[in-house]
């Protein structure tokens, strides 16, 4: 009995932490550099430049890099989010996994006036759902903006 109480109060700890560190969020940070339409730099609430990746979803490379060659549509999707953010401040909120295996930081972004940049993306057809467990919180929501941005044709999907 003394065993399952114990595994019991291990699980309660374990889902209060996991929501807990689900709904932190920061406060407005400044915008730093833009490297592509689902990467930038923010300078975080301790004045440290921070590089930030969207989560739960993915937008066309717009850059060569290594072996990464320039993909459709990644300059437009790129120039989208220069074009919302520039001169912006955003809100980070983040979901189970804080970090990528590139040391980024994964966040759900939020403008200055509360749009979802996230799903803004995903919605004008500039990015894809990608789903990378355990950050699944949007998935279902980033599936259903991009089927109906394809059916629509928007963004990426305008051309067939």
């Known amino acids: 009995m003394h065993s399952l109480l114990k595994t019991y109060l291990v699980f309660i700890f374990t889902l209060i932490t996991i929501s807990a560190t689900a709904q932190q969020q920061t406060e407005l940070l400044k915008i730093s550099k833009f490297v592509d339409g689902d990467t930038f730099w923010v300078i975080n609430e301790d004045g440290i430049n921070e590089k930030i990746r969207l989560i739960g979803i993915d937008t066309p490379e ?24 520039t001169g912006k401040k955003v809100r980070l909120v983040y979901d189970v ?5 590139y040391k980024r930081t994964l966040a ?8 979802f940049l996230n799903a803004l993306l995903v919605k004008d057809g500039y990015a ?12 279902e929501y980033f599936k259903k903006l991009e089927k109906k941005a394809r059916s629509q044709k928007v963004g990426m999907w305008s051309i067939d």
């Open 62 to 85: 717009a850059r060569r890099t290594g072996m990464t060659e320039i993909e459709y549509f990644g300059k437009e999707a790129s120039a989208y989010v220069k074009t919302l953010l």
């Open 108 to 115: 759900y972004v939020y403008l200055d006036d509360g749009r």
């Open 97 to 101: 996994g804080r970090y990528d295996r």
């Open 128 to 139: 894809t759902a990608a789903t990378f467990p355990p950050n699944v919180k949007y998935a």
